[in-house]
């Protein structure tokens, strides 16, 4: 019997035995959901949160009517806040 059939054999399977410890070893499941997770919060941040673009009209916030008709009452409220603080 050919002892190189063997040597294949095992060179294959540790091949196939890496490629599944790579697709279903915890620890790396765990850091492609954070890398995910982290891309995520960080494309919500810097693309949602820190712009000032209204969905509806793609203009800046505030020219919204809500925020005009809202923004001097919430002022008011947040000076007199301070003053008693």
């Known amino acids: 019997m050919d002892l190189s059939f063997f040597k294949d054999l095992y060179a294959e399977l540790g091949?196939?035995?890496g490629y599944l410890y790579t697709i279903v070893h915890p620890s790396l499941i765990l850091?492609?959901?954070?890398?995910d997770s982290v891309g995520l919060l960080l494309n919500v941040w810097?693309?949602?949160?820190?712009?000032?673009?209204?969905?509806?009209?793609?203009?800046d916030f505030v020219n919204?009517?809500?925020?005009q008709r809202f923004e001097p009452k919430v002022q008011l409220v947040a000076d007199a806040a301070l003053v008693l603080i």
């Open 15 to 17: 091949r196939i035995e």
């Open 31 to 35: 850091a492609k959901v954070l890398q």
């Open 46 to 59: 810097f693309k949602f949160i820190l712009t000032t673009t209204d969905f509806e009209t793609g203009g």
């Open 64 to 67: 919204n009517m809500t925020i």
